[in-house]
């Protein structure tokens, strides 16, 4: 996967969700991965050819006018992200431009000829009311894509059952090693796990036990590895395991909070506005800003006169 956007805010926070699926070593993002010290757009290049995906991130300031005259960033020959998108569009398929914070896409007219062509492609907008809908559907297209790489390979795609079997396995094994006082063999458990589920994941994006486990072994590691002395190695991988148990959170929450604007309609329309009002409550005590529960508290208020 490759990221490139004027909003950085939105990119991280969907990079978070990309690296909860695909793993960290699956999710390339030029701003933040590129090796030191090497040529960039050699890396940046290689790293587009390789991909199943690219997401082009645009937001609502992407077509700004840059500081030179005036002159959009895009309208330069020599702009990396104009390069970046040139050379994604040689790709036949899997180029996604990917609206956040409202953006809307661009007019061919408003881009060089050499990236009008991005245009043609089938974008999707990131939605900050309904993001883990918004998620859903895009992780319905990269599992396509993976799929279809996995296709062009000739691998089997395991079932979801014979997954979550191994994982069972493995961590009985791990648990049996750790308590045996062998945080070595402990660790190369966990990352045998680790493995699996970068492996797997992308075929089955949306399992939440596939998720939960990418948590769990992350802390699992980070157990072993301090078992075997080693705490900068704990801390990190700790990190890594909160975050990851945030970015699932944050997705159920705002799942759930939709589901309780939806549930408060059920109430409001047979005249019981408390009972409504508390629905949308939860909601709002969820996600403070969910702009669709603001805007049905004020309706609901004035209805009933609550």
Do not use: C
């Amino acid at each position: 996967m490759s990221l490139r956007s004027d909003a950085g805010g939105w990119a991280g926070r969907l990079k978070d969700h990309l690296v909860l699926r695909f793993g960290p070593d699956r999710v390339w993002q030029d701003v933040d991965n590129l090796a030191l010290g090497a040529d960039y757009l050699p890396q940046i290049f290689d790293n587009i050819t390789d991909a199943d995906a690219v997401l082009i991130v645009i937001g609502p300031h992407w077509l700004d006018k840059g500081q030179a005259g005036g002159k959009a960033r895009l309208r330069n020959p020599k702009d990396v992200l104009r390069l970046e998108i040139q050379h994604a569009l040689k790709k036949p398929s899997g180029v996604i431009p990917t609206l956040v914070g409202g953006a809307q896409m661009p007019k061919p007219g408003d881009l060089p000829r050499s990236i009008a062509p991005l245009v043609k492609r089938n974008g999707i907008a990131l939605v900050d009311a309904d993001w883990s809908r918004s998620m859903q559907l895009l992780f319905e297209r990269l599992q396509d894509l993976a799929r279809a790489a996995r296709a062009t390979e000739a691998a089997a795609i395991p079932t979801l059952s014979g997954i979550l079997d191994s994982l069972d396995e493995l961590q009985t094994r791990y648990f049996g090693r750790l308590s045996a006082n062998n945080p070595a063999e402990a660790a190369a458990i966990a990352r045998q796990v680790l493995r699996l589920l970068d492996n797997q994941m992308p075929n089955y994006p949306h399992n939440q036990t596939l998720q939960l486990f990418r948590g769990f072994f992350l802390k699992n590691l980070a157990m072993a590895l301090r078992d075997s002395g080693d705490t900068p190695a704990f801390e990190a991988n700790l990190e890594l395991a909160a975050k990851t148990f945030e970015t699932i959170r944050r997705e159920a929450e705002l799942h759930l909070a939709n589901a309780y604007t939806g549930a408060a309609a059920i109430p409001m329309l047979h005249g019981e506005g408390p009972q409504a009002l508390d629905l949308i409550n939860r909601a709002l005590t969820l996600a403070p800003n969910h702009p669709y529960a603001l805007h049905d508290r004020k309706e609901i208020r004035r209805f009933f006169g609550l």
